[in-house]
């Protein structure tokens, strides 16, 4: 073999060194995806996180399934554990407390004529604390938690069961649960026709209390009651929950709501709106009174942060989280003059509050209803460190 020359020694050194310069970039990606690995394995804290963002998306997704299909919703719930299958006191306590259900829905479903239905329905009445309260009172308590079904034998059932329930929490106030279950059908009968435009003649006192004589086991109700109940109807009109519920129920009890000035997004001016955060979306309106928002922001993958603006003070600013927001739009929609929807078209939301503590309290409030990867922030961060070794 001849001899190297000087050239080639040359060379093979570079190589060498390349190789090992080689080496060494390999051992630090791996240090690097170790550490990426480090970062996301499941602690027993961090699957706990998890665990409670898939438990309330799985909620959600079924309080939506609820108001479609009250069956169905109830089945996706059973299915995914966020209810206990076949466990009527846990259906119950689902349509009695959670926010969100649309109250035909809620009709629907205890109105069911099965047995697991029946049992349900009697465990919701259940849930009801009637005590000490006027019969007039606990009725509208009742019945504004659902909207009443047409049929004859769902009204039935449930007017029975808050016959039961009532009697139960006031054992001293009619001899028998039937007295207590025609007098609330009696009051039903009287707001309808005190209130009701298309009834001329509106019934007297004196005919109240002539049509409820001798219910309560052949003897009469306590003049007292029935006098206190047709006053308390014939003042204020009984409101039961009506198909635009389905609507109002999106906004009970919201996250957060108030006015705020929000910034045009073509145009440059300020408008006052009506702010209504709720179910992980932020809605405006003209008005208090409106029924239909004017826009919805969903809030998925949105970022919010405190700004300054020369025109105007306590300001704070929603816009995309990605690495380079400028290239897309947030995913909202808006109402035209027509009534029609569009897809916005904005890069960012710039809103003002009425003082610096609005201002925090709105940030504390949205970012508590953002809805994201709870990795998301990390795996940014640990990316950009990355990117920024190489």
């Known amino acids: 073999m001849e001899p190297l020359s000087q050239l080639d020694k040359i060379l093979l050194e570079e190589i060498e060194v390349r190789r090992k310069d080689l080496v060494k970039e390999i051992q630090r990606i791996k240090d690097e995806l170790s550490a990426v690995d480090s970062d996301i394995e499941p602690t027993p804290q961090k699957a706990n996180l998890q665990s409670e963002s898939n438990k309330l998306n799985l909620l959600k997704q079924g309080i939506k399934t609820f108001n479609v299909d009250p069956l169905k ?30 109250k035909v829905s809620i009709g629907a479903y205890l109105g069911g004529g099965n047995e697991f239905n029946v049992e349900v329905l ?19 308590l009742f019945l504004q938690s659902f909207r009443l079904p047409g049929e004859a034998q769902k009204i039935d059932r449930m007017m029975e069961c808050f016959a039961t329930q009532y009697c139960s ?18 009051i039903i009968m009287l707001n309808t026709s005190l209130h009701n435009p298309a009834v001329k003649q509106k019934p007297s006192l004196e005919n109240f209390i002539s049509m409820n004589r001798g219910i309560d086991k052949g003897k009469d109700v306590d003049i007292c009651l ?27 009890q919201p996250d957060r709501e108030g006015w705020l000035l929000k910034q045009g997004g073509r145009v440059k001016t ?27 922001i969903p809030l998925e ?47 960012k939301y710039l809103m003002s509050a009425p003082t610096y503590q609005d201002c925090l309290d709105w940030i504390a409030a949205i970012c508590r209803c953002m809805s994201k990867d709870p990795y998301y922030e990390m795996l940014a961060a640990r990316k950009m460190r990355a990117r920024a070794n190489i």
């Open 73 to 102: 919703g109830i089945s996706y719930l059973f299915e995914n554990n966020i209810l206990i299958n076949g466990d009527a006191s846990s259906v119950a306590e689902f349509l009695f407390s959670t926010k969100g259900l649309n």
């Open 122 to 140: 009697n465990k919701f009445g259940q849930l009801f604390d009637f005590g000490s309260k006027h019969l007039d009172q606990a009725l509208r």
């Open 169 to 186: 929490c006031n054992p001293d106030v009619f001899m028998h649960t039937d007295t207590c279950y025609i007098l609330s059908f009696a």
């Open 226 to 252: 029935l006098e206190h109940l047709y006053n308390s109807i014939k003042n204020e009109e009984f409101k039961l929950p009506s198909d635009e519920d389905a609507i109002d129920n999106l906004f009970f």
């Open 270 to 296: 300020w408008k006052k709106r009506w702010f209504v955060l709720s179910e992980n979306c932020l809605y405006y309106f003209g008005k208090v009174t409106d029924k239909e928002p004017k826009g919805i």
């Open 301 to 347: 993958n949105l970022r919010i942060r405190q700004v300054s603006d020369r025109t105007k003070l306590h300001c704070f600013e929603l816009s995309l989280s990605g690495d380079d927001p400028t290239l897309h739009t947030i995913k909202a929609a808006k109402t035209d003059p027509e009534g029609g929807v569009t897809i916005g078209n904005h890069s």
